[in-house]
């Protein structure tokens, strides 16, 4: 189970790495927002996997409000880049 664990870590630090490349290596600020918001989504899988490891729901629903809060985010910046302020 341990090495099961292990992998799914792995493949989510290769995604927040790989995210982490596109926000800061993106041309345009679109890219950018691409990569951050990516890097939201996996830490939220991030903490629904550690919210089954560690059993405790206190995780699910930090991880909740986060996706609500990045979801927010995106939206305020697709905003602010279709017509400003």
């Known amino acids: 189970m341990t090495v099961l664990w292990l992998l799914f870590l792995s493949f989510i630090s290769a995604g927040i790495a ?5 926000a800061a290596a ?11 918001d990516g ?3 996996i830490s939220i899988a991030l903490m629904v996997l550690l919210s089954s490891f560690f059993d405790r729901q206190i995780y ?19 905003r602010y880049m279709e017509r400003g302020v």
């Open 60 to 78: 699910l629903d930090v991880a909740l409000v986060y996706a609500v809060l990045g979801f927010i985010g995106v939206l305020a910046v697709a």
């Open 18 to 22: 790989l995210c982490l490349a596109r």
């Open 39 to 41: 890097m939201v989504t």
């Open 26 to 36: 993106g041309p345009t600020t679109s890219d950018r927002v691409v990569g951050v």
